[in-house]
């Protein structure tokens, strides 16, 4: 009897199984093709590469070639905007949400409604715009526009995150009591906030970087060529020519692909659990 | 649920209305913040270094990357020689060819300028037409242009209610076919017998597609004909296309003749021609999806026998790279007018480069292009280009690299743009220019390929839409 | 939610008014932050696009009417799609077995790679002369297989094929992380009372996550309004502009045709229906009960 039920359970399992990594892993499969594919075979339609190649990655990585000639400087550049974004988001984030939620001042709604119709802006409807304002403070071309135009649009999502869990890991009357013994507001954030907020600091922080790494139009539209070009920018960039060299476009995209991936991996279970804090308590 | 869970913790202080609506406090604050907000954007910018540097000292240069490194490398050359002669700090960046429209319009919105723009697919005429642009007459001056050219920096302000000159010309290009030899040959055809009347070229290429594929088993197609809305390759080669069948839009002087009843239906020949190529299979079916490399990348990899395409980049870009595979391609005019009355006039189209009429550094900017198209310099970044760009300057035209050339490609070039010419469309109106930007080639062909329609109607549409463009941009 | 200004003290209240001022130095860098690069630029968008000329001649064009279309289409079918299949994938990924959490570690690669090779690996899978699926589909024997992004119907599909395939993981990583936070007291005594399978499902499960599926559906609606990806990279809004939505419209009327103030109008286009979806998320947000 169990027999049956099981495989009457398993074999539909296995069937959706199989479908999801199929659906997965067919771009990634094609990505990973065309990185091992010379590039003679690259519009070959084949279905798997005849004669494959690391080359492609050995060129990334040792900048040889006219589009990966500055592949370090143009990670590095993503590095530094993503780690820039995070860390300005964390901070700019969990004060707004302490001085918010837990300082609870009368005008506290208004910001927080304020933020959250931002957090739902479409970034591509303000890019034109958030152009114009860049060039007005003059950080037009610089990283620090890229940095705080990412900023100002992730922060509400953080700060709905912060509230949302703090509300039900820290409760006020650690705060009373902390107060109640001379505690500064400032040392109740540093002594007991922050602390107790680590898992969700590790999810924002995370979706901050993520967000920043992937960036593409404000990217193209905020910085300038050359020395502070980001990888997006730099990648679409691989398809104007004669003969794209979609090759060692993937083998690119490959490496660039990693950091996060690392990231998830790394930290896959506070990302769950930090994004979704509070959210189905009944 | 309870209070202490609601998101930031609303509650204390709450601003709303018991029914969720925004009280009128909340709303005056709203617009406090608003007013806040745009009082302190002006303030911190007061403040801020300004990020276009007004320093006369330094000349920003945005260029249009080239397709070949060599290219670019000419153009930072020359700008570092001008930097050493004039004393002056060139900021030279460059653009990929789909980025610098996109940075130029965003600098003109922005009103921070660069001083110099060279971008291949920018709205010049646009620009010169709402009074964006310097008059820069003294750099025209300085050099002896083709006719053309200068013709074809000679744009129409609005704002000052008259033409003037308003762009320098960089190059010029025109639309030559291509065709893989070796693929004729795999065929079991002549290449060296190829018909020039219109017929007989076009049966030519049809029956080699199908002996190519019976005799290689590869699936390839006679033509690679640019149909989509985002590539400009449709523009250039819809407008050979129209001037062979003598549908002539635009009038000498920029006016719209396409609502002449004897045009209209030249244009709807010449649009029922790329039409048949297209239903016929005698084209891959992803024309109409292609962007500007798509026709390249097809050609490269001997997915297509033949194709019309704007300068000489596909033999370019592998005669450094691979000379035997250089060596099949062979470079060739149109054939004949269908009508049988002679050569397909050659589309000539002018690149060119532009100083704004705010940007910071004006004087140095023109002095920078004055620089750049001294006969010298030009050639020196035309031969970094491998000759893919035809010059502007009689004196560049009359050097043995393109006046008498050993390049069988550039040879075909030359005669081409010395023989009879007319200017592209695209330079020659801002109306058109503007309609065309649109999509309207690949609109016009999309109709009768994907969705049916006739010829005529698609015709109908085109000059429909051209009349519309010449009412928002009327003069010019 | 229950307070009103009418009701002046409450649990903690007299505590917290105490320091409000205290919240100032706080909250300060957000809202500077909020003010310049928040409501600076939106204001300076709304003055872009404030001639109606530009809005009387966008409803004369039919590749904008389109792209209202394309856009609902997009918006109503992607989102919908993706996050009833998230809702069941999450009930999937809950057996918590080696074999689905590795299952689960690749599915969720899509959301790892970056948007931009992701898509343009779709784009180059389907080019109808050397793209993967084709060359797959004659080797099974299908002898004329589509080509697929020359035509409106698979073009379109497949940029919101593509769009699921990148934002399905995330999605199903929330409704996930709700799943498993539901105490599994609930499902122990719902057994007792014999509710097991879709039974389980629809009275104990489902009105469990309602609160955060309905909250995704409008954030990821909302999102998916200026998605500009997907479309771009995957179709590149042709053929003929036929699958042009409204970001990649804005976006081309704005650059590539030289006319910012006509972008800007497709963009601000989407506010009668993005102003009221806003005020519904931020009501939901606020008082998520």
């Known amino acids: 009897m169990t027999g049956r039920r099981s495989w009457q359970v398993r074999l539909p399992q296995a069937l959706l199984g199989a479908v999801l990594l199929i659906w997965t892993l067919m771009p990634v499969y ?18 798997y590469p005849h004669t494959p190649t690391v080359q492609n990655f050995v060129d990334v990585v040792s900048q040889r070639g006219e589009y990966v000639g500055a592949f370090w400087l143009q990670m590095a550049n993503s590095a530094v905007t993503a780690i820039g974004t995070t860390v300005l988001v964390l901070l700019v984030g969990t004060l707004a949400a302490f001085g918010i939620a837990r300082l609870r001042p009368r005008w506290g709604s208004f910001v927080s409604n304020a933020a959250l119709a931002t957090y739902v802006i479409p970034l591509s409807f303000v890019s034109i715009p958030l152009y114009k304002v860049m060039a007005t403070y003059g950080l037009l071309g610089t990283r620090w526009s890229l940095v705080l135009a990412m900023t100002a649009f992730a922060s509400p999502y953080a700060m709905w995150v912060f509230s949302q869990h703090s509300e039900t890991a820290i409760s006020h009357e650690l705060d009373e009591s902390a107060r109640i013994d001379g505690a500064s507001s400032w040392q109740i954030y540093l002594r007991i906030y922050l602390p107790l907020m680590t898992p969700v600091l ?34 679409s960039d691989f398809l104007n020519t004669d003969n794209p060299p979609w090759n060692s476009f993937m083998a690119a995209s490959l490496f660039y692909a990693l950091p996060p991936a690392i990231l998830y991996y790394l930290f896959r279970n506070k990302i769950t659990g930090g994004l979704t804090a509070g959210s189905v308590k009944e | ?108 919105t922005s009103g921070v300028l660069p001083d110099v723009v060279m971008a291949e697919n920018g ?35 609005s704002k000052a209610g008259k033409a003037g000159n308003y762009a320098v010309p960089v190059n010029q290009f025109t639309v030559p076919m291509f065709f893989w030899k070796d693929m004729l040959t795999d065929a079991g055809s002549d290449p060296s017998s190829i018909p020039d009347d219109w017929d007989g070229f076009w049966q030519y290429f049809q029956s080699a597609q199908g002996s190519y594929r019976s005799k290689t088993g590869k699936k390839a197609y006679a033509v690679g004909w640019p149909m989509s809305t985002s590539a400009g390759d449709t523009n250039y080669d819809t407008q050979m296309m129209l ?110 480069a532009v100083v704004f009429e705010d940007s910071p550094n004006k004087k140095g900017g023109m002095d920078f292009l004055k620089f750049f198209v001294k006969p010298e310099n030009t050639l020196k970044y035309l031969k970094a280009g491998h000759g893919r760009w035809h010059p502007v300057q009689e004196q560049v035209l009359s050097n043995p690299y393109f006046a008498d050339s050993d390049d069988p490609n550039i040879k075909v070039s030359t005669a081409m743009l010395s023989g009879a010419t007319q200017p592209a469309w695209l330079n020659a109106s801002v109306a058109y220019n503007h309609a065309a930007l649109q999509g309207l080639w690949g609109k016009a062909i999309g ?3 994907l969705q049916n329609q006739s010829p005529e109607s698609a015709a109908d549409f085109a000059v429909q839409q051209l009349k519309a463009a010449f009412s928002t941009y009327p003069a010019k | ?80 799609v993706k996050m009833f299949l998230a809702l069941l994938l999450s009930g999937f990924f809950a057996i918590q077995r080696w074999w689905s959490k590795a299952l689960l570690a690749v599915f969720l690669l899509p959301w790892a790679i970056p948007a931009v090779p992701g898509f343009l690996s779709i784009h180059f899978m389907l080019n109808g002369q050397w793209g993967f699926i084709n060359a797959l589909l004659e080797s099974l024997g299908v002898s004329h297989p589509p080509v697929w992004l020359i035509s409106y119907g698979w073009g379109f599909s497949a940029a ?122 931020v009501r939901r947000l606020r008082s998520s009960s």
């Not at chain 1, 790494?213 to 920018?233: C, D, H, R």
């Not at chain 2, 053309?148 to 920096?153: D, I, L, Q, R, S």
């Not at chain 3, 706080?26 to 690069?37: A, Q, T, W």
């Not at chain 3, 509710?195 to 996550?209: C, K, N, Q, Y």
């Open chain 2, 1 to 108: 649920m309870n209070d202490n869970e609601s998101v930031f913790g609303g509650g204390a202080g709450d601003d709303r209305a018991p029914d969720g609506r925004m009280s009128r406090r909340s709303l005056l604050k709203l617009g406090g913040m608003a007013l806040g907000g745009a009082a302190l954007g002006p303030t911190l910018a007061a403040c801020g270094s300004g990020g276009g540097g007004s320093s006369s000292n330094k000349v920003t240069v945005w260029w249009n990357s080239g397709f070949y490194d060599s290219e670019n490398q000419a153009v930072k050359a020359i700008a570092e020689d001008f930097g050493k002669q004039s004393g002056m700090k060139v900021d030279l960046q460059f653009y990929s060819t789909d980025a610098i429209p996109t940075k130029e319009q965003s600098a003109i």
């Open chain 1, 30 to 47: 094609t990505m990973a093709m065309l990185a091992l594919s010379p590039q003679s075979q690259v519009f070959s339609g084949h279905l």
């Open chain 2, 447 to 449: 109709q009768i390929v």
């Open chain 1, 202 to 235: 590790v999810a924002i922080g995370i979706y901050a970087f993520l967000l920043a790494w992937n960036e593409y139009l404000l990217a193209f539209l905020l910085l300038g060529s050359g020395s502070t070009t980001t990888m997006p920018v730099a990648l």
């Open chain 2, 123 to 157: 709205n010049t005429s646009t620009y010169a037409y709402q009074g964006k642009l310097a008059d820069v007459s003294d750099v025209v001056s300085s050099q002896q242009f083709t006719d053309g050219a200068t013709k074809a920096v000679h744009l129409f302000n």
């Open chain 2, 243 to 352: 001037m062979a069948f003598g549908a002539m839009v635009l009038d000498d002087n920029g006016g719209l003749k396409a609502d002449d009843p004897q045009i209209k239906a030249n244009m709807a020949k010449a649009l029922g021609f790329l039409g048949d190529l297209f239903k016929n299979g005698f084209t891959p079916k992803d024309v109409v999806n292609w962007d500007d490399s798509g026709n390249n990348t097809a050609f490269l990899n001997k997915t297509i026998i033949l194709t019309p395409n704007g300068s000489l980049s596909i033999p370019g870009s592998i005669k450094d790279k691979d000379h035997a595979e250089w060596a099949n391609i062979v470079t060739q005019p149109f054939p004949n007018k269908p009508d049988g009355s002679g050569p397909v006039p050659a589309m000539a189209q002018v690149h060119n």
């Open chain 3, 160 to 281: 919101v094929v593509a769009y699921i395939w990148k934002w399905l993981p995330f999605w199903t990583l929330i409704l996930l992380a709700a799943r498993t936070s539901i105490s599994s007291d609930v499902y122990e005594a719902a057994a007792v009372d014999g509710a097991v399978g879709v039974r389980r499902f629809i009275h104990i499960t489902f009105p469990l996550l309602r609160n955060v599926y309905i909250t995704s559906v409008l954030l990821s609606t909302i999102w998916t309004l200026g998605n500009y990806n997907a479309i771009f990279f995957v179709t590149g809004g042709g053929p003929i502009d036929s699958t042009q939505v409204f970001a990649t419209l804005g976006i081309k009327y704005a650059f590539q045709v030289g006319d910012v103030n006509l972008g800007v109008a497709v963009a601000l286009s989407a506010l009668p229906v993005l102003v009221p979806l806003i005020v519904l998320l």
């Open chain 3, 1 to 80: 939610m229950t307070a009103t200004i009418s009701a002046p003290v409450r649990r903690g209240r007299p505590f917290w008014r105490g320091v409000s001022m205290n919240a100032v130095p706080f909250v300060v860098p957000y809202v500077v932050m909020f003010l310049l690069l928040v409501v600076y630029p939106v204001g300076y968008g709304l003055y872009l696009g404030h001639a109606p000329g530009n809005y009387r001649s966008l409803f004369n064009n039919p590749t904008y009417l389109r792209s209202v279309v394309n856009t609902l289409l997009f918006v109503g079918i992607g989102v919908n």
